[in-house]
T-cell receptor
Framework: ELKVEQNPLFLSMQEGKNYTIYCNYS?????LYWYRQDPGKSLESLFVLLSNGAVKQEGRLMASLDTKARLSTLHITAAVHDLSATYFCAVDERGNNDMRFGAGTRLTVKP | NAGVTQTPKFQVLKTGQSMTLQCAQDMNHEYMSWYRQDPGMGLRLIHY???????DQGEVPNGYNVSRSTTEDFPLRLLSAAPSQTSVYFC????????????FGPGTRLLVL
């Protein structure tokens, strides 16, 4: 069964600091997605990683995928308050149309 | 484009009642899906469809039915509501099954008493 684990589940950061969110999954997959959710809102797609070694960057966020380690990371550089949100990773199992989400990482960036 | 739309936004049901959550997209997307979101559990896939006339079960399908008669619409039916189905329901769509970067609807908050 496909399992997706994120850590940490809660993250409180100071503005200007760097940190990494980790997403581990249990089965063969080369398709991983990152989403952002603001409180009380819907989800917004951030990154799509479709091959081993894929790296995508948008502003202060950078996502990468290592399919051999079954690991994706979301790196935050010089955090700002506007990045406060819950971040989810999701995995698309190869050969299967099922999708599994991690439990989410609630990020709070403090001034 | 309106994107992905869902109705209603809020609903209160009594145990045993049935209802249909509506979902529509105007992007000609092939893949559509329904999720429920509960605190601390992320999103769990209920049912999905890879095209009109094709549906399949996700992780938590019990108590729910779906159909996909058109590319645009993907309704979710609760057959006999139970308190355990109290949740926030999201519909999502993506262009193709091989790239499921999904567009999410605004969600439906459901309370079952």
């Amino acid at each position: 069964e496909l399992k997706v684990e994120q850590n940490p589940l809660f993250l409180s950061m100071q503005e200007g600091k760097n940190y990494t969110i980790y997403c581990n999954y249990s089965t063969t997959s080369d398709r991983l997605y990152w989403y952002r959710q603001d409180p009380g809102k819907s989800l917004e797609s951030l990154f799509v990683l479709l091959s081993n070694g894929a790296v995508k960057q948008e502003g202060r966020l950078m996502a990468s995928l290592d399919t051999k380690a079954r690991l994706s990371t979301l790196h935050i550089t010089a955090a700002v308050h506007d990045l406060s949100a819950t971040y989810f990773c999701a995995v698309d199992e190869r050969g299967n149309n099922d999708m599994r989400f991690g439990a989410g990482t609630r990020l709070t960036v403090k001034p | 484009n309106a994107g992905v739309t869902q109705t209603p936004k809020f609903q209160v049901l009594k145990t045993g009642q049935s209802m249909t959550l509506q979902c529509a997209q105007d992007m000609n997307h092939e893949y559509m899906s329904w999720y429920r979101q509960d605190p601390g559990m992320g999103l769990r896939l209920i049912h999905y469809s890879v095209g009109a006339g094709i549906t399949d079960q996700g992780e938590v399908p019990n108590g729910y039915n779906v159909s996909r008669s058109t590319t645009e619409d993907f309704p979710l039916r609760l057959l006999s509501a139970a308190p355990s189905q109290t949740s926030v329901y999201f519909c999502a769509s993506s262009y193709h099954r091989d790239n499921k970067a999904q567009y999410f609807g605004p969600g439906t908050r459901l309370l079952v008493l």
